[in-house]
């Protein structure tokens, strides 16, 4: 029971996804809240919601992955691939 509680990943490494989608949906709403109050289109500022959404979240997904792993991330990859060497 404790090998299985080792695999399983930390709170934050399960929510570090929705704090992406999160920061994207922040700035999707902040732009659509000045193109709604400055054109009086709701429409318009949906599609500009929508589209600032998806850009940022592809960016944002772009910068983490551009991020280098410190000493103890890399500690851990390496026992993780030490332990799925073993096979099923």
């Known amino acids: 029971m404790t090998a299985q509680n080792s695999n399983r990943p930390s709170r934050r490494d399960r929510l570090r996804p929705f704090e992406y989608v999160v920061m994207a949906a922040v700035v999707a709403a902040f732009i659509a809240f000045v193109v709604v109050f400055s054109t009086r289109e709701v429409t318009l500022a949906l599609v500009f919601g929508g589209i600032t959404f998806i850009v940022s979240l592809v960016v944002i ?26 096979g099923h």
């Open 61 to 86: 997904a772009m910068l983490a992955l551009a991020v280098k792993p410190d000493d103890a991330e890399k500690i851990d990859l390496t026992e993780q691939d030490h332990q799925s060497d073993g």
